[in-house]
């Protein structure tokens, strides 16, 4: 990745929450490794409608303040034994007492995601379900957004978005050049990705029309300039 910038307020993702769902997935090979250093992701069957950071969105119509608003996190209580459960529950759960897990989307009553894989102790892990919402402490939150407080503000502004030149054969490298301000993270489309700096070397096989994007926390701003293969 190229940035820790947030995706605009009240942008979705594959998450309701806004955030990306890979981050916070329990995986296999941090478990064996004996360490999983981030937060986890989970769900709950009802919301707020509101989100505090590092959520961006939100998802439901309830507006019942001891509902939890996306992006809320928990994180299980320091005086929670663990010498109990397995090694590798004791891994999920130090990462919990460290870390906590992060309210990402509508669902089963406090449930963690994991990336599927067929080396997991199913048996092990179902003894996870011992442990109940009490368990764990809510982390002091910041700011609700809600409908009457979204922040707004102007997207990023594209001052100039250029190739070095305009008609080329195929292979023939040019240069991409850019001037934006007031932004969180670009992105070149197609083949180039997300950018840093200001300018980049693309080499079009085919006439091509590439797309600069760039997001911040209130929007999103583009600009497009076409290479013409000959």
Do not use: C
Request: charged share 10%; aromatic share 10%; glycine share 8%.
């Amino acid at each position: 990745m190229a940035s820790n910038g947030q995706r605009p307020f009240t942008w979705t993702s594959a998450d309701a929450a806004g955030l990306p769902i890979f981050p916070g997935l329990v995986r296999y090979d941090e478990v064996a490794a004996g360490a999983i250093n981030h937060a986890l992701r989970f769900t709950v069957p009802y919301t707020r409608r509101g989100f505090v950071a590092p959520a961006t969105h939100w998802a439901s119509s309830i507006s019942d303040p001891n509902a939890p608003p996306m992006g809320t996190r928990l994180r299980l209580k320091a005086s929670f034994d663990i010498s109990r459960f397995p090694a590798d529950n004791q891994v999920i759960l130090t990462a919990l007492k460290r870390y906590g897990m992060i309210l990402a989307d509508n669902g089963s009553a406090i449930f963690i995601s994991g990336a599927p894989d067929n080396r997991w102790n199913n048996n092990n892990l179902n003894l996870l379900k011992s442990i109940t919402g009490s368990d764990f402490e809510v982390v002091q939150m910041g700011a609700v957004y809600t409908d009457t407080n979204v922040p707004t503000g102007p997207p990023p502004a594209i001052g100039s978005f250029s190739a070095s030149v305009s008609s080329v054969t195929s292979g023939t490298a040019v240069t991409l050049s850019w001037n934006v301000t007031n932004s969180l993270y670009n992105i070149i489309s197609p083949q180039v990705g997300p950018v840093r700096g200001t300018s980049g070397v693309v080499t079009p096989a085919q006439t091509t029309t590439y797309t600069l994007y760039s997001t911040n926390q209130y929007g999103r701003s583009t600009a497009s300039v076409t290479v013409t293969v000959r």
